[in-house]
């Protein structure tokens, strides 16, 4: 969005990365541009990426979709295919390895909690053709934007959307994923092979999506949605089950890990307050407080942990010196400002540390209450 690029902060941080902006229809009809500069703008924004793209170089596309939290994929735009395509076809002409497409696909427990496993997976790879004529190649390395056509285009598309579909959960709504998660650990259980990893779980999940959980009215799927439902209601996973899939009781050691992890969190307080404090109180303040749902606090969560280290610690740390060390040039100044961050990050990663053992913990307590 062209107008990411004029903000007071964001806007600095995004030109100095190279962003190319998209004027959109709503810019146009504002009167803010005419149709055809914001056309050839444009252009040469995906010029830019395709030429990237196909000189080995990085380039990071933002198509505007409709935010969801659906169960399955939705359509997929054109913008990165036909940048896909350009790109194979400026590689083609000066003689460089053509840009392959390489699937990925992240996989967390549960998304929008604040800690959660998570899972990075890489599918299939996808060959880009070459389907320029030689007179549009040679436009292509000139200078001049030249789009691919439209069959191509969304053939391209649709397979990326073949490829990525399967690795979703690729189900009818959220409830009859969690009854296939719930059958996936139950039948690894009864052939004494837990699911101890996320990775295992997502491919245990997929045979059961594959086997039976295409059936329409299949009693097994109805009662694995009802046990699972409740497991849900309950802020609890497929993985409370035991070895013979009854729910796990609470340890001596889960209750030690949790005061250890109280512990943790409490001791860390004078540090992680005042230097991470501020940014994940706002963070929450600002997520909780949109109508974006679960979008809007992962994506505001995100951000305090990403600029953390960036805008608020440096500003902390700088107060922390001069409160010890004065404004001064000495060695000490730089060795205390340095001694801080090192601080800061240490802290924040020992609470978190003490979070993950005290959620546990407290995850325990909710199925002995079961």
């Known amino acids: ?40 703008i444009n252009d040469r924004g995906m010029l830019t990426v395709a030429s990237c793209l196909a000189t080995g170089h990085s380039a990071v596309v933002m198509p505007e979709g409709k935010s969801h939290q659906d169960s399955k994929l ?17 590689a083609d002409e000066k003689g460089l390895p053509a840009p392959v497409i390489q699937t990925v696909g992240l996989h967390w427990r549960t ?18 053709p070459s389907i320029y004529s030689a007179e549009d190649r040679t436009r292509l390395v000139s200078g001049e934007w030249v789009e691919p056509s439209y069959e191509e285009t969304r053939k391209l598309r649709d397979r990326i959307f073949d490829v990525l579909s399967p690795m979703t959960p690729d189900a009818p709504d959220w409830e009859t994923f969690r009854s296939w998660k719930l059958l996936a650990h139950i039948g690894a259980n009864k052939t004494k092979t837990p699911l101890t990893t996320l990775a295992e779980e997502v491919r245990a999940t997929r045979e059961v999506r594959e086997s039976i959980g295409r059936e329409e009215n299949n009693p097994m ?11 849900h209601k309950n802020d609890l996973y497929a993985t409370s089950l035991d070895s013979s899939n009854r729910l ?15 512990l943790l969190i409490v001791s ?40 953390s280290p960036i805008f608020f610690w440096p500003p902390m740390a700088l107060l922390g010196t001069y409160l010890y060390a004065g404004i001064s040039l000495q060695l000490v100044t730089l060795y205390t400002f340095i001694l801080l961050m090192l601080a ?14 005290w959620a546990d913990s407290a995850t325990a307590s909710r199925r002995v209450k079961l």
Request: glycine share 10%.
């Open 221 to 231: 799927i109805n009662q694995a949605k009802e046990a699972a439902e409740i497991l």
């Open 344 to 357: 800061f990050y240490l802290a924040a990663s020992i609470a978190l540390t003490g979070y993950d053992l």
């Open 268 to 307: 860390t307080l004078p540090i992680t307050l005042p230097s991470s404090g501020p940014q994940w109180g706002l963070a929450k303040y600002m997520a909780e407080g949109s109508d974006e749902g679960l979008d809007s606090r992962t994506t505001y969560f995100m951000l305090a942990g990403m600029f």
């Open 1 to 40: 969005r062209h107008d990411l690029t004029t903000r007071p902060v964001i806007g600095w941080w995004s030109r100095r990365f190279g962003t190319q902006p998209v004027l959109r229809r709503a810019e146009v009809e504002a009167g803010v541009v005419d149709a055809d500069f914001a056309r050839y």
């Open 74 to 90: 939705h359509a997929l735009r054109t913008g990165s295919s036909r940048a896909a395509l350009a790109s194979a076809a400026i």
């Open 111 to 128: 998304h929008h909690w604040l800690r959660t496993d998570n899972y990075v997976e890489f599918g299939e790879s996808i060959e880009i």
């Open 248 to 262: 796990r009781g609470k340890s001596i050691s889960e209750h030690l890990l949790g005061l250890l992890g109280l």
